[in-house]
């Protein structure tokens, strides 16, 4: 098993899959049988090129400013067996952890649109800019497959905050 590396010795996302033997594989959003993810697009933010962004299953952003575009990034992925949910979400806080000069504003575990779920909020930084994140694992089991779905929402802590707000809390999982 690959070792920990996270501040509180738990294994990142990547590190778990790999010390399991999960391989992952990206979804293209509109295949038969994967998650339907829905948020509001906040407006002045515009869907982006996928294939730009190699295993993402879609990327919003703002217009770039002082080299920063406010962004949300939906990834969905199919695992090649199935993983315990439990302990895979709690290294989705390891990940955001690990993030320059982190400074965590809150967490969550439990379900979210009737799937085992985890979610961390902070800030960190990138010099010169500090940025709030968002970050929301859940685990969608659909007939035989399961599925990881992950939103990141990142944005510049001098903005209001109410488009990721919007898009945090407009967020929905179906299969």
Known sequence: MTAPTGPDGLLSVAEYLTATDVMVSAVDPDAPGAPRVSFPVP???????????????????????????????????????????????????????????WHELDTHIGEFDGYPSSAITGTYAVPPLTLWAYNRYLIVSANDDQYLVQLTVTVRTDRDGSAASDIVAGLSVTV
């Open 43 to 101: 407006d002045g933010w515009q869907q982006l090129d996928r294939t730009m962004f190699p295993g993402t299953s879609g990327v919003w952003a703002t217009t770039p400013e002082d080299g920063w575009a406010d962004n949300a990034v939906l990834m969905i992925a199919h695992f090649s067996k199935p993983v315990d949910p439990e302990t895979l979400l709690a290294c989705g806080f390891t990940d955001a952890r690990r993030l320059p000069e």
